[in-house]
């Protein structure tokens, strides 16, 4: 299975970004096979609107089921559950922490956005 972080740069040593939709990279962690790849999210920062909707896309794409993140507005969090991608809000501070947390079971799924529209 596929998860997604949303970071800065870097890999799973980085830092976690706390926005979904204008992360301007997403790590995407393969737990079946312990490997991970960097993922692109510059389509969304220079979107005018709708840069969690575009977000949720590009998870969508990479076969993810589930994102960790730091907030969750409401249209991505709406596009990601469509995709059957579940959310998970962290204030962990790096990737491989948050990583952990995952696996261990103490990240709770959020069951709505956490934050407003446009929020920066």
Request: hydrophobic fraction near 45%; proline fraction near 3%; glycine fraction near 8%.
């Amino acid at each position: 299975m596929k998860i997604v972080f949303t970071v800065s740069a870097g890999d799973i040593e980085a830092p976690l970004d706390s926005r979904f939709g204008r992360a301007p990279m997403f790590v995407v962690y393969d737990l079946d096979d312990d490997t991970f790849e960097m993922a692109s999210n510059q389509e969304s920062l220079d979107a005018a609107q709708g840069a969690g909707i575009h977000s949720a896309e590009a998870v969508a794409r990479t076969g993810a089921k589930a994102l960790v993140t730091g907030h969750c507005g409401p249209k991505a969090f709406r596009a990601l559950a469509a995709a059957g991608i579940k959310v998970f809000s962290t204030d962990a501070p790096t990737v491989a922490d948050a990583l952990q947390l995952y696996r261990a079971g103490d990240l709770t799924e959020i069951a709505s956005a956490d934050v407003e529209g446009h929020w920066a």
